[in-house]
């Protein structure tokens, strides 16, 4: 069959001989991801978009090229149909590699157990060793696959450490859940203790740095690869006598985004869920606290759903984005809070 100037892009992509054309004119960009963008666009629509660049005499010697062969039916397809497009992903994660950080409890326990019974081989990553052997053995019990490392997320060393492990055992990284985290000790920011202020950022917004730092050195190199950050509802606004929590949790939708920014060409997804107040071990020092400190916060509490989360339904955020159904979201910044930042 011969061409047409009404074919677009997809339909030119179709076939084989007309592809290799695309790339001989378009070497620097028909493997870009804004080429297959333009698949519902003709050369002609393509040439009129300013930032595509593409001069009146290389477009003539495409279109050229293009009439002087005929065009041979690689598959099935007709010459009319739009080209084949992946399939919607999947939820499954069977024979993916997935690191959690601050699996010893919580929504990084939740997260590692529904991860491993959906195939996923999780690496547990906690300071807490004890109750990070605990949530490996969970995972055992249940028929799945996992390693431990004990390690402190704020230190280069120790994240380090947990990637190797992981590529040791595994080869590959296909996700990491950079869940670790502390609260911080409600109080005014002048009466925030100067350590007490460094330790929240080491881990809360430090360690989740060091490990995208790590992680997406090999993503990188495999050309794919899947993080997801744990912010918070205060990491989208402010709650009161918590600014340090609030800063280091606006500094993880920051990374989030920034990297997002940086890898979308490179086939890794960085995305972050924001929780309100989830039925962890966190959340249950908090009345304590409330009583040491003699003051509740004007926001506190504001649960419109009247219950805190639980930590299998952020887990089941969790899975969705690490799977491959997915697909589509970077940069994405999830509220899960039932309705506290409305």
């Not at 003539?60 to 919607?88: E, F, R, W, Y």
């Not at 993916?96 to 547990?124: C, D, E, F, M, N």
Request: glycine share 10%; charged share 20%.
């Amino acid at each position: 069959m011969s061409y047409n100037e009404k074919w677009t892009i997809g339909e030119l992509l179709a076939y084989e001989q007309s592809a290799a054309i695309l790339a001989k004119h378009l070497p620097e960009f028909v493997n870009e991801p804004t080429f297959k963008m333009a698949s519902m666009h003709t050369l002609d629509q393509l040439a009129a978009i300013p930032q595509v660049n593409l001069p009146k005499d290389r477009l003539g010697a495409l279109k050229a090229d293009l009439a002087s062969v005929n065009i041979v039916q690689a598959s099935s397809q007709s010459a009319s149909a739009a080209p084949m497009t992946a399939p919607v992903g999947s939820l499954s994660h069977a024979g993916k590699v997935i690191i959690v950080t601050g699996a010893a409890g919580g929504i990084g326990r939740a997260s590692a157990l529904l991860l491993a019974a959906v195939g996923a081989k999780v690496t547990v990553v906690d300071f807490n060793e004890e109750a990070g052997q605990e949530t490996l053995r969970m995972i055992k019990e249940q028929g799945g696959e996992g390693i431990f490392v004990q390690a402190d997320v704020s230190k280069s060393a120790d994240v380090q450490r947990y990637i190797e492990a992981t590529l040791e055992a595994h080869g590959k990284i296909d996700c990491l859940f950079n869940n670790a985290g502390i609260i911080q000790n409600f109080s005014l920011l002048q009466d925030i203790d100067e350590e007490h202020f460094d330790r929240i950022i080491n881990v809360n917004l430090k360690g989740v740095f060091l490990g995208m730092k790590f992680a997406l050195s090999v993503m990188e190199k495999q050309g794919y690869g899947s993080i997801i950050n744990t912010a918070s509802t205060t990491g989208v606004r402010a709650e009161h006598s918590l600014a340090a929590y609030t800063a280091s949790k606006h500094g993880v939708v920051g990374l989030t985004k920034g990297a997002a920014l940086e890898y979308v060409k490179k086939g890794i997804r960085v995305n972050a869920i924001c929780p309100g107040g989830v039925a962890t071990g966190i959340t249950a020092s908090v009345p304590q606290q409330l009583q040491e400190s003699g003051y509740l916060p004007e926001e506190f509490p504001n649960m419109r759903m009247g219950r805190y989360a639980e930590p299998e339904e952020l887990a089941n955020v969790v899975a969705f984005l690490a799977s491959d159904a997915s697909s589509y979201m970077t940069g994405s910044i999830i509220l899960v809070d039932g309705g506290l930042t409305l």
